[in-house]
C-alpha cells in the first residue's frame, strides 16, 4: 500500500499541489475512488473501512439513496445559502430537528 495507480497519482498531484494542503511525503497516500456504505475503493481497487466517516461529512454512509435523492432535491432548489448571514429555512429545520433530541439544554 499504495498500489501502484495511487502511487503515479501521487506523482502527478505533486506536480500541482501545495505541500502544506496534502501529505504527498512517504509513503505516498492511498487515493480513494469510491464508496457505498461503510467501505471505501482506492484507485487500485483494495477496499477499506471508512473508520472516520470522512471526517463527519460520511456520517451516513456513502452512496446511501436516502441521502442521494435528498440531495438532488435541495441543489436543484438552492444549494448554498451563506447560513450565518442570509440563512435558508432548511438551516432552522435542521436546528430545530436537532433542539427536540439534544439532551438538557443543548439545543439553546
Known sequence: MPGP???ALA???RAV???EVTFLGDPSPI?????RGVNVWDADGNRYVDL?????AAVVGYAQPELEAAVAAQVGRLQHAMGDVYPAERKLELL???ARVL???LGS
Open 5 to 7: 495507480r495511487s502511487r
Open 31 to 35: 487515493f480513494w475512488e469510491r464508496g
Open 17 to 19: 499541489e501545495n505541500p
Open 11 to 13: 506523482e502527478r498531484l
Open 96 to 98: 430545530e430537528a436537532l
Open 103 to 105: 439532551p438538557g439544554g
Open 52 to 56: 472516520l466517516a470522512g471526517f463527519g
